[in-house]
């Protein structure tokens, strides 16, 4: 009975809300809404650090679209969240995408999204968008620019050609501003380290005058994390910054700045930590020069070594494998032609693969003008030459490089490059650039043996006449034997005033 008498209210409340929505018909009017369909928006392709533009078509079912005060746009696209996984991120709301292009290299799915404000109604559009990056090879040049530090960069392509990529940071979107004027620049694979900065296994490195950074090896992006001071497990003064960082084989590089030297070893997890100057009978430690001259191992099972000068003492000293100080250099018992504890200031020195591999130095007198040429073995101690330099106007040097083929010393003054002959003692003007003035000259250490044009000499100079920040240009040499002309090989220009340069390889 109960069942029944269920059943029966059942039906009623039924047949009750039938009738309802009957009286309810009549209540309601109906309008067309502004719809909105998304046209000419395919999958494509776009470039790392270069401006893309997408202009969709919209076709609006009331209006023309061209008053956009009516309707809201984004971008948006699935993209990693830095936690293994992936989360969907806002590039810009305008109605058209024009960017330059700062996402990674990969595939990503984008959203477009037009939301008609009157009603809320939102219509969306999904498309693939696939980044490459065409800016992952080539020269960094650390430039200066209204007396300020600039990252340049000749950007390598897929045919092997170059293009100049002025101001690199900003290009690619980068959150660095670099302070202060132009230092150095350098990078080298590392390691992945697992500190508080950039735990990526290629290091890039900008330095200017104020502070040392890194950038991300891939999109060139920056977090105040990634201070050099970061990487240095002790206490560091807030405007510290590195004179030379330079890798020693391996994993395992060498850093001087504020007259002290560190070092890392990334296999046998040794940080950048307290200096490394100082002698076992000396632990009051003594300034070095900024300088670091670590020989390339190429021989098996050979211990890396790293050679500094101690310009307190006045003297050669080297650092052996991981130990946390360095040691005096004795002078040998035959065959000596100068004395490790030199009595001199040092002007320049480094290691040069020329002969069997030497450190070559030029150290000036105290007394006097005059300066003198100083190389050795730095694992055997073997002194290989040792003479007064008499080159042209050599008092006046202002910068200085080493041919690893020949070991000419080349020096530059003002727009003029003069090269050295040690063995013949004479000197010859290379390159005479009148009003134009040399920057930088240097021959690149490549670390990977697949790059064979570390023996060519480049030559960074700029035109003081023409418009700040493109007035620069980078040349390539070939330097023959003989002491004959150089080569030309190539030239770049529309840079900065190149101060310092490194190869990013691949």
Known sequence: MLKNIYIYMIALLAMYNIQSCKKDLGNYSYHEINNVVI?????????????????????????????????????????????????????????????????????????????????GVKYQKKFVLKVVNEINEGWFLMCEVNGKARLDMLSKLTDGTFIAIPDLLKTTGSDLVLKGKPHMVYNYNRGISTGPGLNAAYAIYLGTDEATERIDPENFSWKPLYNLKTEIFAPMPADFHADVIVQAGGVHSYMVGGNDAYLYDRTRNVAYSVPINYLPTEPNGFKIAPFAAPPLTSAVNR????????????????????????????????????????????IYMCYSPFGAGEI???????????????????????????????????????????????????????????????????????????????????????????????????????????????????????????????????????????????????
């Open 39 to 119: 046209r000419s928006l395919n999958d494509t392709t776009a470039i790392f650090g270069k401006r893309f533009v997408l202009k969709p078509q919209l076709v609006f079912s009331q209006d023309d679209g061209t008053d956009t005060t009516k309707y809201s746009y984004e971008w948006l696209f699935d993209g990693p969240n830095g936690l293994g996984g992936r989360g969907l991120y806002k590039m810009t709301n305008t109605k058209n995408l024009d960017v330059n292009m700062t996402l990674t290299a990969d595939t990503y799915n984008f959203f477009y999204g037009v939301t008609v404000k009157e009603t």
């Open 303 to 346: 211990t890396q070594i790293g050679i500094f000068y101690d310009t307190d003492n006045k003297r050669f000293v080297k650092h052996t494998d991981i130990d946390n100080y360095c040691t005096a250099i004795p002078d040998p018992k035959e065959n000596k032609l100068f004395s490790f504890s030199t009595g001199m200031n040092m």
């Open 360 to 506: 070559f130095s030029v150290l000036k007198d105290p007394t006097s003008n005059k300066r003198f040429l100083a190389s050795f073995d730095g694992f055997s101690n073997v002194q290989s030459y040792y003479a007064e330099i008499l080159a042209t106007d050599f008092d006046k040097a202002e910068q200085y490089a080493v041919s690893p083929d020949l070991g000419y010393l080349f020096y530059k003054i003002g727009g003029k490059l003069y090269q050295y002959d040690r063995s013949l003692k004479t000197t010859k003007v290379m390159l005479d650039k009148g009003a134009e003035k040399i920057s930088l000259i240097k021959f690149q250490t490549f670390l990977s043996s697949k790059y064979t044009d570390g023996n060519k000499l480049i030559v960074c100079s700029y035109d003081p006449a023409k418009p700040e920040g493109a007035n620069g240009k980078m040349e390539v040499f070939t330097v023959p034997s003989l002491n004959a002309d150089l080569i030309p090989v190539s030239s770049y220009s529309g840079i900065g005033k190149v101060q310092s340069l490194t190869y990013r390889e691949r």
